[in-house]
């Protein structure tokens, strides 16, 4: 499956149905009177986040989204049946926002949420309405009303425990190729990942999502290489991984350089929690090794962790490091069950 994250669609809901004009003919009833039902109610258009889906790839090939018309009124003072709602299925952790692309809508980030876009129209009055005591037989029906039409962008962002971060080719596709069941793409060139990717890593019997954001360069967060896009997933979660090639000439500046776009990218991403890691390490001899390891903790301000996905050299440590960033931002999130709201 293709990954889509960003896609404009079209949205109407759907018109009220009309009022009826009706008058009552039954034998023996001389005066029967007007009996005309009032139309249904147009269709609305909702989104919903649903379980089971990471992409936005169905809205490539469908961009119309339109509710059904509100049935018309009938005599006997029938109703028209509501026309049928249109339900917009999206991934958890879509944002909905308006033709301009920069004003939100709505943003559901939990499964079952939804979101009315589009409300159907009023259903028109049938002439039971307008019966009084100087006209007993008025011969005039409202229409339906029309619903709403709008454009809409929808973007997602996916939510996950930790993403990975750092240049191209630092190695972030082969970790979590190793420490989870996804199958990113792996080439020895830059940028042979052009799409988020997530999985799920375990380590002690616990487990989180890990979501492997494509390479980081100068001038991402302006949008170079489309980082910004890149970045915006990167905000929703909790922990980062910062990988820092030991292949690179200068690690301090490597690690300066992503640093600063995240920075710069704001959106909180500066606050998260990060795990330092010094990848492909079996490259190095263990002078080389101890050496990259001081110039990166002395850029950085912290010990970094010596990795090899490849050999599976410092992964479980990698792993654990991350779990326990990532219990202690879940435990800072969750509800405090000692307020009398949530006593029972």
Same mark, same amino acid.
């Given at each position: 499956?293709?990954?889509?994250?960003?896609?404009?669609v079209?949205i109407?809901s759907g018109?009220?149905?009309?009022?009826?004009?009706?008058?009552?003919? %039954? !034998?023996? =009833?001389?005066?029967?009177?007007?009996?005309g039902? +009032?139309?249904g109610?147009? /269709?609305?258009?909702w *989104?919903?986040?649903?379980?089971?889906?990471?992409?936005?790839?169905?809205?490539?090939?469908?961009?119309?989204?339109k509710?059904?018309?509100?049935?018309?009124?009938?005599?006997?003072?029938?109703?028209?049946a509501?026309?049928?709602?249109?339900?917009?299925?999206v991934?958890?952790?879509?944002?909905?926002?308006e033709?301009?692309n920069?004003?939100?809508?709505?943003d559901?980030?939990e499964?079952g949420q939804?979101?009315?876009l589009?409300?159907?129209?009023?259903?028109?009055f049938?002439?039971?309405?307008?019966?009084?005591s100087t006209n007993?037989a008025?011969?005039?029906a409202?229409?339906?009303?029309?619903?709403? %039409? !709008?454009t =809409?962008w929808?973007?997602?962002?996916?939510i996950a +425990?930790?993403?990975?971060v /750092?240049?191209?080719? *630092?190695?972030?596709?082969?970790?979590?190729?190793?420490v989870?069941?996804?199958?990113?793409?792996?080439a020895?060139?830059p940028?042979?990942?052009?799409?988020?990717?997530?999985?799920?890593?375990?380590?002690?019997?616990?487990?989180?999502?890990?979501?492997?954001?494509?390479?980081?360069?100068?001038?991402a967060?302006?949008?170079?290489?489309i980082g910004?896009?890149?970045l915006?997933?990167v905000?929703?979660?909790?922990?980062?991984?910062?990988?820092?090639?030991?292949?690179?000439?200068?690690?301090?500046?490597?690690?300066?350089?992503?640093?600063?776009e995240?920075?710069?990218?704001?959106?909180?991403?500066?606050?998260?929690?990060e795990?330092?890691?010094?990848s492909?390490?079996?490259?190095?001899?263990?002078?080389?090794?101890?050496?990259?390891?001081?110039?990166l903790a002395?850029?950085?301000?912290?010990?970094?962790?010596a990795?090899?996905?490849?050999?599976?050299?410092?992964?479980e440590?990698?792993?654990?490091?991350?779990?326990?960033?990532v219990?202690?931002?879940?435990?800072?999130?969750a509800?405090?069950?000692?307020?009398?709201?949530?006593?029972r």
């Amino acid at each position: 499956m293709k990954f889509l994250d960003q896609a404009k669609v079209y949205i109407r809901s759907g018109d009220g149905g009309a009022g009826s004009v009706s008058f009552r003919r %039954e !034998r023996f =009833i001389e005066f029967g009177g007007p009996d005309g039902g +009032d139309g249904g109610r147009g /269709g609305d258009v909702w *989104a919903e986040a649903v379980d089971g889906l990471n992409t936005l790839i169905d809205y490539r090939y469908q961009q119309h989204f339109k509710a059904k018309t509100g049935q018309h009124g009938m005599g006997r003072d029938r109703t028209g049946a509501k026309g049928a709602d249109v339900t917009l299925k999206v991934p958890v952790g879509t944002q909905i926002f308006e033709e301009d692309n920069e004003t939100l809508i709505c943003d559901l980030t939990e499964v079952g949420q939804r979101f009315r876009l589009a409300a159907g129209g009023n259903g028109g009055f049938g002439n039971t309405h307008f019966k009084s005591s100087t006209n007993r037989a008025p011969r005039r029906a409202n229409p339906g009303l029309p619903g709403e %039409e !709008r454009t =809409i962008w929808l973007r997602l962002k996916l939510i996950a +425990d930790a993403g990975i971060v /750092g240049l191209p080719n *630092a190695g972030k596709s082969t970790f979590l190729a190793s420490v989870t069941a996804a199958r990113p793409k792996i080439a020895d060139y830059p940028f042979t990942t052009l799409h988020p990717g997530l999985g799920v890593a375990r380590i002690d019997a616990r487990e989180f999502v890990l979501a492997d954001i494509p390479g980081l360069i100068e001038g991402a967060h302006e949008g170079v290489g489309i980082g910004d896009r890149f970045l915006g997933h990167v905000e929703r979660t909790r922990v980062l991984l910062h990988l820092v090639s030991a292949r690179e000439d200068d690690p301090g500046a490597a690690w300066k350089t992503v640093r600063a776009e995240l920075d710069a990218y704001g959106h909180g991403l500066s606050e998260k929690p990060e795990v330092l890691v010094l990848s492909q390490a079996d490259t190095l001899s263990e002078a080389d090794r101890a050496e990259m390891l001081g110039t990166l903790a002395a850029a950085a301000g912290r010990e970094p962790i010596a990795m090899s996905a490849a050999t599976g050299e410092g992964v479980e440590k990698v792993l654990r490091a991350l779990m326990t960033m990532v219990e202690d931002a879940r435990a800072a999130e969750a509800p405090d069950t000692t307020d009398e709201r949530w006593v029972r």
